[in-house]
Every structure is written in structure tokens, then in C-alpha cells.
């Protein structure tokens, strides 16, 4: 089983930019589908953004779309979540999964198809 470590995170201001980690140990990130979700405080968990194992097709929310980048390195085994134009609302502890038993292109929001989380990690963002 694949262990995710996150780092990344803290207190910004609107407008400001922050990069999640996410790097997997054990296995290569390049097997999984790479899954960025958040949960804000009385909220349910939320998928963010989704790359595809072949990192040719993404997924990503409303809220976040032309605002939040995922990329991955695999000389480093580790995905990012690149997060610009941060707004209050983006504030939540954000979790990094990674998606199994998926073709190379699929890119698929419900966290049952994803086995191994993260910590988590809080973003929270000041008006």
C-alpha cells in the first residue's frame, strides 16, 4: 500500500498563492491517479482537482477551476497542487489521495476509488 506524505500549507492572504505537496512512499505516484479534496469546517469532503495516471486529463471543481494547477514530478515522486488567487472560501484542510484500479486517462471524483490519503493539510486564507 502506498503511504502519502503532504507538506505544504499555512496562513495566507486573499489573492496570495500557495504549493501543496504530496509525495508518495513506497510506490510510484506515476501508478496512481493523483486526487487533491478539501473539507471545511461543518462541510463535508469535497474533490478539488484530479490528474489522470498519464497526466493528460484533469478534473477539477467549479470553484477552483483557472485558479488551482496539479502537476507531478516523478523524479521526486510527487505531486503538487499549485493554488493561486486564493480566496476565503478556499480555507479547509486539504488531503492528497491516490486512485486505484483506474486506466491511464480516467479521472474519477469519488473517493471510493481512492485507497491511500494523506494527513491533511490546512490552508486557511485571511480576507
Known amino acids: 500500500q502506498v503511504r502519502l506524505v503532504q507538506s505544504g500549507g499555512g496562513l495566507v492572504q486573499a489573492g496570495e498563492s500557495l504549493r501543496l505537496s504530496c509525495q508518495a512512499v513506497?510506490?510510484?505516484?506515476?501508478?496512481?491517479?493523483a486526487g487533491w479534496f478539501r473539507q471545511a469546517p461543518g462541510k463535508d469532503r469535497e474533490f478539488v482537482a484530479i490528474m489522470s495516471k498519464s497526466r493528460g486529463n484533469f478534473n477539477y471543481a467549479d470553484s477552483v477551476k483557472g485558479r488551482f494547477s496539479v502537476s507531478r514530478d516523478d523524479a521526486v515522486n510527487t505531486v503538487y497542487l499549485q493554488m493561486d488567487s486564493l480566496r476565503p472560501e478556499d480555507t479547509a484542510v486539504y488531503y492528497c489521495?491516490?486512485?486505484?484500479?483506474?486506466?491511464?486517462?480516467?479521472?474519477?471524483?469519488?473517493?471510493?476509488?481512492?485507497?491511500?490519503w494523506g494527513q491533511g493539510t490546512q490552508v486557511t486564507v485571511s480576507s
Open positions: 513506497g510506490h510510484t505516484f506515476s501508478s496512481y491517479v
Open positions: 489521495a491516490a486512485g486505484v484500479k483506474l486506466s491511464p486517462w480516467e479521472t474519477p471524483v469519488e473517493e471510493e476509488h481512492y485507497a491511500a
